[in-house]
Every structure is written in structure tokens, then in C-alpha cells.
């Protein structure tokens, strides 16, 4: 077996590995969906890393890099800014003790919230997890040449095996230690691939490779920003993992910690990328003509880097990094999803009587369908920058003003919050229905986030100001800074109108 493959597949096994001791302790719905709430922030923090760098990063991000240089950092900036709000966040939204982020809509607003929010999250969350199956794809053709639809099939049913066998808990398990390869592989790589190359091709590449914008223009580099910026202040896995937290204090400090491991790993990556760059400007695979880049190719480049460019056991520690990457993500995001469908439609309006052992299990099968369904989606577009940008702004534009106004204004009205919602997840559908039937887009993938988030504030604004106020007893658990003022809890998931 090619020595690759080999460190592929053993990594592989240790995760499923973990995944099978950890399911042994599952038995109630906490247990499955919030790991028991009983996380320290060590571990919190790790998971969050490693929700964060996923294929977006590995493969959109990278390939922008490509493109242009260390303006791809404006990719990540967006989520830097987001994460330190979101600190201020936390602890708050530990208190409120919910499950997923459609309870806090609903807590806040009302039942059709809850709805609009959990179909938002589904669209894009099933978007994000099928971009990680086909970048899982991508680095199952480079190591064994393999077509990428069955390398992502085969990405696909690991995932789902992993995440069905104890879905939080295994999560959490698990992404301390592959926050710790993803780290240390990035930074040995790109040491070895500056020492081993870069130090002599890095003067090759054109100067505006290194600008802070790439010779692009402000709004480009809003267009980027923007997406991952709302993205990251209405990420659901984020709140959810928070609220597996065992406490307001412990989920702050876990802030803190995503800030500084995203910041050096997003970094490091973008160095390596462009080091990469270097040796393979105006060659194949990744140029069709002089100038002229593949963008699909582009995306593989670290990637071809491990394969092809580095020592075998840097290669190796990268690719298994890689992997480390890909499935952190598409675990994740699957089991958010599968826990919104479960907590917020089926348990919510289904069958509230549900026991704790048949809600963990018809989890269980919602994981393995929308497993499948995320794999067919990730068909549609043409490049994981694409999907990203999409799946951003259907949660930035969708969720994000209307989850901040229920923390941080009191004046914003159940109306509103339920017009914000509908404007912006209706304006990303639609217009990004409307570019799959032009060969031109009507707006780029990478600037639906400007009229959706436009959409979406202003109908929360417009419509709060219209409406009476909320009464207290909706605004005054996310406002309180120390200890909530105690809430009916029948009341808060009876149906509201």
C-alpha cells in the first residue's frame, strides 16, 4: 500500500476507533446533542478550531491564495471579527441552556422563526458539508488517482459512519488532538516548503500577490469579507458547542482560544499557499495558458504540495492533517443539521413526546439521509469557493441580524425578527436560483451577501419600528449580563404566534 494511503487510512482508523468508545457513554439526548454539557474549554476550544478550518479554508481559501496572494487573508479576517463579538456572546448563551439556535429563536421571536431558521440552517449546513465530501474527493484523487465523485462518496460514508456512532461527544473526543495536527502539519510544511524552495521562487511571483488586496478593489475584498463575517456571528455549531459548555466562564475562555488557533493555522496556511504558488506559476496542473489559472485546479495546491513537493513524513503529517480538516467540518456541520431537523421540526411538532432513546435514534437515520442529500448537492457548483460563499450568506444574511438583535436590542419585535429572517434566506435563494439559469451571474457568488444582508436589516429595522415592543419577559433572558430573570419554560415552548 502506497505509504500516503497508508497514513490516510490509519488516521481514518483511529478516529472511528474513538468514535466506538465514546458511543458506549451515549444514552440521552444531551449525551448525543451537547456532549452532556459537560465540556472544558481546552477541548471546547479545539472543536471550534476545528469547525472553523474546514474545506473552506483547505480548498476555497487556498485556491484564492493561488490567485491572489495573501489578500486571501481578507477570507479569514471576516471570521477574526466575528469570533471577538462572539466572545461577548458566550456566556450568555451558555445561560440560556437551549440546544440549537432555532431554540434561541424561538425563545426569542416565535415558532415561525424557529422554522425559517432551522430550513436556513439545512440549506447552507448541507451546502458546507458536501463542499468537505468533495474536497475529501480531491485529496482521495491525489493520493490514489481514484475518480474525486467516488473519493467523495467514500469521504461521505465515513463522515456519516462516524458522526451516527456518538455524534457531540465523539466530535469533542476527537478535535483537540486534530486541532493539534492541523497546526503542527501546516506549520512543518511550510518550513520545509520555504527552506526547500520558496526561498529561491518566491521572487518569481508578480507584487501584488503580496498587497493587501491583491490588485483588487475595496468592494472585493468586502465581498470576501462579508460573507465569512456574518457567517461566523450566525454559526449555528458554534452556539450549539458553546451550549455544551459546562459553563458561562467556560465557553469565554473557549472564545478566546478559537481566536488564537484560527488565527495562526489561517496564517500559516495562507504562507504555505502562496510558498506553493511560486513553484508552479504559469505550470500545469494548475494553468491552462500563460496567466490563465484553473480555479478548480488552484484549490488542490496544498494538497499537491504534500503529495508531490514535500519530504514523506511532512507530506503524510499534512494529508492526514488534511483529513483532519475535511471530516472535523463535515461531522460537524452533518450533526448540526441533523440535530435541527430532529430538535426543531420532528421533536417540536412531530412527536414532542418523544423518548430520549428514540430521538437519539431517529437522529441517527436523519444523519445518514442528510448525509446523502449533502453529497448530491455538492454536484451543483462548480468550485468549493462558490458553495462557500453561498452557504456564508444564506446563514449571514438569513440568521445573523436577527440572532444579534435578540442579544443586543431590546426594541427588536417578533415581526421583525421573523421579516429579517425570510428577506435574507429568500434573496440568497433567489438570486442564487437565478445564476444557475444565465451564463452570466446576475451577482456574483462572491456579492449576494450585500443585497441579502441589506434585505434582511432592513426589514428587521422597518418592521420592529412598525410593531409594538416585546414585553419584557422575551428580551430580558438574552439582555441580563449576570443571571437571567427566571423564564416560564412551558410557556417558552408553547407555540407562538
Known sequence: ???YLAGVVVYVAILVAVGLYRSRSVRTQEDFMVAGRGATWWFLAGTLVCTWIGSGSLFAGAGLGFRSGYSMLWFSVGGWVGIAIVYFLADRVRRLAQYTLSDILEQRYNAAARVLGTLTITIAYLTIAGYQFRGGGRLLQIVTGID????GAITCAVTIGFTVLAGMASILAIDLFNGILMTVGIVVALVLAWFGFGHETIASLPPERFDILGGHDPIWALGIALPVFFLLLGEGSIYQKFSAARDGATARKAAIGMIAGIMLIETALAALVVVGSSKYLDRAPFYTAPGVVDAAASETIVLHLARFDLPVFAGVLLLCAAVAIILSTANTFLMVTSTNVTRDLYQRFVNPGVSPEEIVRFQRICIVVLGVIAFVVANFFDTILA??????TMVGAGLTPA?????????VTVP???ASILCGMGVTLAITVANGFRDEPLVDSGYIIIPAAAASILA???VSLLTPPSPEAKWRPFMARRKAVPVDTAAAQAPRT
Open 460 to 462: 428587521l429595522v422597518v
Open 387 to 392: 458553495m462557500a460563499l453561498t452557504a456564508y
Open 1 to 3: 500500500m502506497d505509504i
Open 148 to 151: 474525486p465523485v467516488y473519493g
Open 416 to 418: 421583525g425578527g421573523v
Open 403 to 411: 440572532l444579534l438583535a435578540a442579544f443586543l436590542w431590546r426594541r
